[in-house]
């Protein structure tokens, strides 16, 4: 199997179909991490960057408005496709999209002054040989800046469902390096900043996002219920409970949303990442 091959598959499948049919409700969702990551970074007109498990480009087109050339990767075609089809459209010259893994791929040494990513960092099958391979593509002195999850137990927007289903069966723990490949495998700073060290990068730090996001970007009770119960983390802790515990399940996470539904609004609910930095 080559690397990553379980990652390529969903994100070509399974977990990419929310993401193309919701991509602006993701970039609402998303946005206070997405400032926090950016006003990090502080891409200018002289920077070359790459912008790493880009999705469907926000992140990417933000810094191509201040950087003198961006290139936004990932393994997944039909999310490469949405932002391709965004850079066009805002006309954006200076933005290129690949599909391709950044464990893998062959940079060329120094290309780049700025590495970023908004959560697409915790999803290397060998963690140690990717992060090696971005420190390579990074000129002597280059920045890394990215976002990773917290663990499930700060992130009220998934806790929401975690409680809700721990009602009738047992929520399995979730992240660390040594439980592989996902989205809370950079929950733990101390781990983070020894694989940076180890890959050679210097002055790493690791601060917290403590905020809260705008569900699915905003809506009804029922429409945030909906974008929810659609995201690929959430359909994996309801799978562990089906028929009539299930529905309650599900009752019980609407009636949770419903407390937190601001009229006008939609539902805001706390959530909480690291924000990393590190020199090459």
Not at 26 to 45: G, I, M, N
Not at 93 to 114: C, K
Not at 184 to 206: N, Q, W
Request: glycine share 12%; hydrophobic share 45%.
């Amino acid at each position: 199997m080559n690397p990553n091959q379980g990652q390529v598959e969903a994100w070509n499948g399974g977990e990419s179909v929310h993401y193309v049919t919701h991509a602006d409700r993701y970039d609402l969702q998303l946005a206070s991490f997405t400032t926090a990551l950016l006003e990090q970074a502080s891409a200018t007109p002289d920077d070359v960057v790459l912008d790493i498990g880009c999705g469907c480009g926000v992140t990417t087109l933000m810094a191509a408005a201040k950087a003198r050339r961006v290139l936004g990767l990932d393994i997944s075609t039909p999310l490469i496709e949405i932002a391709t089809h965004r850079a066009a459209e805002a006309g954006f010259d200076n933005a290129e999209f690949i599909v391709a893994d950044a464990q893998t791929h062959r940079f060329a040494d120094g290309e780049f002054s700025l590495v970023m990513s908004q959560f697409g960092m915790m999803f290397f099958d060998d963690p140690e040989g990717a992060f090696e391979n971005v420190r390579r593509s990074l000129a002597p002195g280059g920045r890394l800046s990215f976002v990773s999850w917290q663990d499930l137990q700060a992130n009220e927007w998934l806790t929401i469902v975690s409680n809700a289903v721990a009602e009738h069966a047992d929520v399995p723990q979730f992240g660390g390096r040594s439980g592989g490949p996902g989205m809370f495998a950079l929950k733990r700073p101390d781990e983070t900043i020894a694989l940076l060290t180890a890959a050679g990068f210097t002055r790493a730090d690791v601060a917290p996002i403590d905020t809260t996001l705008l569900l699915g970007g905003g809506g009804t009770v029922d429409d945030s219920l909906d974008f929810l119960l659609g995201m690929g983390m959430v359909r994996g802790l309801l799978g562990h409970v089906d028929g009539d515990e299930r529905e309650q399940a599900v009752a019980d996470v609407r009636s949770a949303l419903a407390d937190r539904y601001v009229p006008g609004v939609g539902v805001t609910l706390g959530a909480a990442g690291w924000l990393v930095s590190a020199r090459s």
